[in-house]
């Protein structure tokens, strides 16, 4: 599985907009870009996943630019309930042992 | 209803005893996993079964054992516990050939050996 790095931390504040970045240099072509978020004591919850270009849900949207060898999670205007930790993981769809990264901890202020 | 539940969702024990954490989903998903959190949060994947394979991460030891009486259940054995098994486990489920790397995770098991 492709390897990923994302910064370990961030701060942002109530109604504003966060980006994620996530580096993965060595993505294959076969390999999806899914994000995770998890809060305390709780299990990961799937946020979004795309191939390229840009993908758009309910909760976030995800920007993949043509090298695919990175990807911004874009969180809008967001609130004190999207402190978590978000992971990005690269892979088949066909794979299932999933790697999780250290992923990044984003803490919202009022 | 609960997609995918564990019990007990805490268990302490002492070293050398043998326990199970239990897993299952309502999601009619053939393929479940277990994951360990470590104390410094890296999820790790240690097994990933379904009705016809058992995938298993070479890191992990071989006191822990996955146990599956029906495709809704997937309970971990671990024998001889030792303190550095402290973590939280998660149980995850998911339906291959879906389209999509989804996997729903269940609420953790914090295990804490001492």
């Known amino acids: 599985l492709a390897k990923t790095t994302q910064p370990i931390s961030m701060d942002s504040y109530e109604g504003q907009e966060v980006n994620i970045t996530c580096s993965h240099n060595n993505i294959a072509t076969n390999d999806y870009i899914t994000w995770y978020q998890q809060f305390p004591s709780q299990g990961p919850r799937f946020i979004i996943q795309?191939?390229?270009t840009k993908v758009t849900n309910e909760v976030a949207s995800l920007f993949i630019p043509a090298d695919r060898k990175s990807s911004t999670l874009s969180l809008p205007r967001v609130s004190l309930s999207d402190t978590a930790v978000y992971y990005c993981l690269v892979g088949e769809h066909a794979g299932n042992m999933l790697t999780f990264g250290g992923g990044t901890r984003l803490m919202v202020k009022p | 209803d609960t997609a995918v539940s564990q019990t007990p969702k805490y268990l302490v024990t002492q070293m050398g005893n043998d326990k199970s954490i239990k897993c299952e989903q309502n999601?009619?998903?053939?393929?479940m996993y277990w994951y360990k959190q470590d104390s410094k949060k890296f999820l790790k994947i240690m097994f990933s079964y379904n009705n016809k394979e058992l995938i298993i991460n070479e890191t992990v030891p071989n006191r822990f054992s996955p146990k599956s009486p029906d495709k809704a259940h997937l309970n971990l054995h671990i024998n001889s516990l030792e303190l550095g098994d402290s973590a939280v486990y998660f149980c995850?489920?998911?339906?291959?050939?879906?389209?999509?790397?989804?996997?729903?995770f269940g609420p953790g098991t914090r295990l804490t050996v001492t």
């Open positions: 995850a489920s998911s339906q291959p050939g879906t389209g999509t790397y989804e996997q729903y």
């Open positions: 795309g191939y390229k």
């Open positions: 999601l009619g998903h053939d393929t």
